[in-house]
């Protein structure tokens, strides 16, 4: 039987999800939109560590909330005037928004509900809880189903990725 | 924790990724446009973690899949806002209907 407390913490976490996403697309001030950027991914971290992935949720709050949000707060302030609000949408704009937000919340909510999978629960119990040293052998590992060569190819791409915001933002 | 069913975990992210969709093509600022589409990025990890921890306790490639894209996310970002300062020193504005040229 679940536990009550858990119960209430994943009605937090959903809530904060939902109604912050909703406010994120909603909202007219640029920076509140990404206030609420952050709080949607703090919500998804706490989400992560409901699911015992306590260090994928370290992750995403060190990697989204800790870099992509500041990197995304400091170009609205260098692009922006503060109190700006953008322009009001137009019933058109905003109908072919709607449109295709239900089409794909009607789709891919029918492809979840006719799955009667989904209603049950896999897990078992003898397999809960998260090791890490099987996650630091995957990631460093070259063996099957190991990660080394992604690895190191991120790293280029970080790599490669800031050498070219270096030069796209550089003054000529 | 694990007793709550999937398609509860699968339901949020669900509308995290319409909102996304919705506020993708309704918004003219660029970095608004970016703000959707981490959104959207967002929704698609929490399905792989909610996936991964369900269907296949034992083994960590959903995980894996999220770290990555993580990492990747943030790359793609910091080349984006790159991309709309370079475009705001041009312009002196990132409204994407301003910008109808390929050309400044």
């Known amino acids: 039987m679940e536990s009550v407390g858990s119960i209430v913490m994943y009605s937090i976490i959903v809530a904060a999800i939902i109604i912050f996403s909703i406010l994120t697309v909603t909202t007219r001030r640029i920076l509140r939109a990404a206030t609420y950027l952050l709080f949607t991914l703090f919500a998804t971290a706490g989400l992560y560590f409901m699911l015992d992935y306590e260090f994928l949720g370290a992750v995403q709050i060190a990697v989204y909330a800790g870099g992509i949000v500041v990197l995304v707060v400091f170009s609205i302030l260098l692009t922006s005037k503060p109190g700006d609000t953008s322009s009001k949408l137009t019933s058109k704009k905003r109908v072919v928004g709607l449109a295709a937000s239900v089409a794909s919340l009607a789709v891919l909510g029918y492809a979840i509900a006719s799955r009667c999978d989904f209603w049950s629960t896999f897990v078992k119990p003898s397999e809960t809880g998260f090791d890490m040293h099987l996650l630091g052998s995957m990631l460093l590992g070259t063996g099957k189903y190991q990660y080394l060569l992604p690895f190191e190819a991120v790293s280029v791409l970080l790599l490669a990725c800031i050498i070219g915001g270096v030069v796209i933002a550089r003054k000529r | ?104």
């Not at chain 2, 398609?7 to 703000?35: D, H, Q």
């Not at chain 2, 306790?57 to 990492?71: N, V």
């Open chain 2, 1 to 104: 924790m694990e007793k709550l069913p999937i398609a509860l975990y699968i339901i949020p992210s669900l509308i995290m990724f319409c909102c996304g969709v919705y506020g993708f093509i309704t918004r003219k600022n660029m970095i608004a446009i970016l703000i959707s589409l981490e959104l959207m990025l967002n929704s698609v990890d929490i399905n792989f973690v909610v996936f991964n921890r369900f269907l296949y306790p034992g083994q960590l490639e959903g995980m894996m899949f999220t770290l990555f894209a993580i990492a990747i996310a943030a790359a793609e970002t910091a080349l984006a806002i790159a991309i709309i300062v370079n475009i705001f020193r041009a312009v002196k504005n990132i409204d994407i209907r301003d910008l109808n040229k390929m050309k400044f």
